[in-house]
């Protein structure tokens, strides 16, 4: 994969969120499986933002693999926000990396790197990332770099 300088953080695509009481578990802040979802909601949120509707239609997405580093907790009613980019581009693959963090105190929360591959959808098959769609997610970063 050809990977880019990490972009600043205002050149970051931004989900936000807040932690709600089902994000909670035993040790009363955020469970991992919430910044797993949170992480996935994001890509699929910049993935909507930044390609065209009909071009996006012709490619589905599956992780296959996910790395988390958890740095601070998450608590009930934290505001968050997931800055998330697409860091490198190979055939079938995408690098896309991630950071949570609470504006209220600019804490990183936790780090994100998460690989997706593009299928056919209607095989389900993995295929070749389209050039239009590599050059959409390339454009984002050129631009921001």
């Not at 994000?23 to 699929?44: E, F, G, K, S, T």
């Not at 009930?76 to 990396?97: C, F, H, Y």
């Not at 990332?129 to 997610?137: G, H, N, Q, S, T």
Request: charged share 25%; aromatic share 6%; net charge neutral.
């Amino acid at each position: 994969m050809n990977s880019l300088p990490d972009p600043p953080a205002h050149d970051r695509f931004h989900h936000p969120l807040t932690v709600e009481a089902a994000d909670i578990d035993a040790n009363q802040h955020a469970n991992n499986i919430a910044y797993l979802r949170w992480v996935q909601d994001a890509a699929v949120a910049h993935w909507q933002a930044a390609i065209e509707p009909e071009l996006a239609s012709a490619m589905a997405w599956v992780v296959v693999r996910h790395e988390i580093d958890y740095k601070k907790p998450a608590l009930l009613g934290d505001a968050l926000v997931v800055q998330t980019w697409v860091n490198a581009i190979s055939a079938a693959t995408t690098e896309r990396l991630c950071e949570i963090v609470r504006p209220a105190d600019n804490q990183i929360l936790a780090r994100a790197r998460t690989i997706w591959c593009a299928l056919d959808p209607r095989t389900g098959r993995p295929r070749r990332i389209d050039d239009r769609i590599r050059a959409a997610f390339l454009a984002l970063r050129q631009n921001r770099a």
